[in-house]
């Protein structure tokens, strides 16, 4: 495959639901893994687990939960208005995508599960000070951040091989039914659901809104300029 340029790659990695049955080589998988793990990490613990998912029986297992899940996704949704900055269009056409991959999930060639393996709690620190203690709730939050760079890698190594792919989460409604499946024991919490394959729709380009509405100088509300 011809070498592509790192912009190239974030301004074409489109959500991409739809997959031919191609089988993906396990050296590809392994390139993108290889690059999943050059991500950043909170304090280089590196306590990211991945499960591949290729076992037809158990990518149906995944499947059948996942379409659990999409049920109570759409219930959800039932009531939900279109984004202003999504032409009517544009926003059938997202809804119809995630649909499809709500009862096809199981048929994509390969499933990656991304975890983390949290490390056993030692305590709370001695004389937090209260503003500090509050914020322990935000820990869970906080935990993302050594897995998500991850799976941003998987999302771009994956358009460099070729691949289609896309960030599900899902499965989380029924996490335990997932877990139970693959056999993951319970200090490993499930992250990211992503069905990778050789897509049978196109890569991008990729629209968004522009950064005048999203980014903010200083303060908010003192829309960026630039």
Request: proline fraction near 9%; glycine fraction near 8%; include cysteine.
């Amino acid at each position: 495959m011809a070498e592509m340029g790192v912009f190239e790659v974030m301004y074409t990695a489109r959500a991409l639901r739809r997959f031919k049955p191609d089988p993906v080589p396990d050296d590809v998988i392994t390139n993108v893994l290889d690059a999943a793990i050059r991500a950043p990490t909170g304090s280089n613990e590196q306590g990211w687990q991945f499960i591949v998912i290729k076992d037809a029986a158990q990518r149906k297992k995944i499947g059948d939960v996942y379409r659990k899940g999409g049920q109570i996704l759409m219930a959800l949704y039932a009531n939900r208005t279109k984004p202003e900055h999504m032409p009517q269009k544009q926003f059938d056409k997202l809804m119809a995508s995630a649909m499809y991959l709500i009862d096809h999930m199981g048929d994509a060639p390969v499933l990656l599960l991304a975890c983390l393996q949290q490390a056993a709690p030692s305590g709370p620190p001695p004389q937090l000070p209260p503003e500090a203690a509050a914020a322990l709730k935000n820990l869970g939050r906080m935990s993302g951040s050594s897995i998500y760079p991850a799976v941003q890698n998987v999302i771009l190594a994956c358009r460099a091989f070729g691949l289609g792919t896309c960030l599900t989460t899902i499965h989380m409604f029924y996490e335990d039914e997932v877990k139970q499946a693959l056999g993951l024991p319970p200090e490993v919490q499930t992250y990211a659901l992503l069905p990778i394959g050789y897509p049978s729709d196109k890569f991008g380009p990729i629209r968004r809104r522009p950064l005048s509405e999203v980014v903010h100088l200083d303060r908010w509300n003192n829309h960026w300029k630039g």
